[in-house]
């Protein structure tokens, strides 16, 4: 059974920083593209960014590229979600999620798994 547990989320100041990690289990992790995505209160979930099976291609929303950076580690089965220059409009919770495609995931498709999601609140 695949389980996915983010961790890291939390409450900072605009212009802070945080990194969320999704550690991931019961999958052949290097065989997933890997993707964050994130749902603000009231909005749909949105995706936010993905990396490929190697790590050697990662695609982002524009209205994060160049603060958010995306990596794994397939020794460890995690991905991880670098934040800088936090803003209040990316408040939301963040899910990460298992596909098989990088590319397919970053159009909101393909999606496998799910996890639960962990709280990320940017105060003005």
């Known amino acids: 059974q695949v389980q996915l547990v983010e961790s890291g989320g939390g409450l900072v100041q605009a212009g802070g920083s945080l990194r969320l990690s999704c550690s991931a289990s019961?999958?052949?992790?290097?065989?997933?593209?890997m993707a964050w995505f994130r749902q603000a209160p009231g909005k749909e979930r949105e995706f936010v960014a993905a990396?490929?099976?190697?790590?050697?291609?990662?695609y982002y929303t524009d209205s994060v590229k160049g603060r958010f950076t995306i990596s794994r580690d397939n020794a460890k089965n995690t991905v991880y979600l670098q934040m800088v220059r936090l803003k209040p409009e990316d408040t939301a919770v963040y899910y990460c999620?298992?596909?098989?495609?990088?590319?397919?995931?970053?159009?909101?498709?393909?999606?496998?798994?799910w996890g639960q999601g962990t709280q990320v609140t940017v105060s003005s």
């Open positions: 990396i490929n099976r190697s790590g050697s291609m990662t």
């Open positions: 999620a298992t596909s098989g495609s990088a590319i397919v995931a970053a159009q909101g498709r393909g999606i496998g798994d």
């Open positions: 019961g999958v052949t992790f290097g065989s997933y593209a």
